[in-house]
């Protein structure tokens, strides 16, 4: 089903990081700029959700609809870094834990699936909440002000950012020490 109300609404995520990302370059004044990317981030990331109620709602989960969600949260997370990094809202040490984690367990997935092993690297709960996390911690970022007159949202989102980097590597660990035992036994053979 490549062409259902869940998969368009994931296929608008990945069509429309151009125009996050083009944001910053309209010359408008920075709190603006911020207010919209923070705006179209966070409806972005609702769109994830709200394709997967859909799938289950309408009944129409598919393939390759479970194969493109999980690459247009990566290519969203994945520009919106390279975006802050860009921007000198965040280090680029932490980019590189967060892209180089999406990489090797893709890569991962991908490895386990072909020899059929895939069950072992299934997503896990330590995985949902480091994602929660970056996608709370990315808006804030984004934004780069002060809401409400009290919450900094530079501060509370390298914060949540940095703990985002350390459960990227949690999760990433978690992964391959299941994998672990697959991978023995093909080495041996």
Not at 11 to 37: C, D, K, S
Not at 45 to 52: E, K, P
Not at 75 to 82: E, H, K, R
Not at 141 to 149: I, K, M, P, R, S
Request: charged residues 15%.
């Amino acid at each position: 089903m490549f062409f259902t109300i869940p998969t368009i609404l994931t296929w608008t995520r990945i069509i429309a990081i151009p125009l996050l990302v083009g944001v910053f370059y309209l010359g408008l004044a920075h709190p603006v700029q911020n207010l919209i990317a923070t705006v179209m981030f966070v409806v972005f990331a609702l769109t994830d959700w709200l394709d997967g109620y859909l799938a289950r709602k309408l009944n129409q989960a598919s393939s390759f609809g479970a194969f493109l969600d999980p690459v247009a949260d990566k290519f969203l997370v994945c520009a919106s870094l390279l975006v802050l990094v860009h921007l000198q809202r965040t280090d680029v040490f932490v980019a590189l834990i967060i892209i180089g984690r999406e990489i090797a367990i893709s890569a991962l997935r991908e490895w386990m699936a072909q020899i059929g092993a895939s069950k072992s690297v299934a997503v896990h709960m330590l995985g949902k909440v480091k994602t929660t996390m970056q996608m709370v911690a990315i808006p804030f970022l984004l934004f780069d002000g002060v809401l409400f007159g009290v919450i900094d949202t530079g501060i509370w989102g390298t914060g949540l950012i940095w703990i985002s980097a350390v459960l990227t590597v949690w999760s990433m660990v978690y992964y391959l020490q299941k994998a672990l035992p697959e991978i023995r036994k093909r080495v041996k053979h």
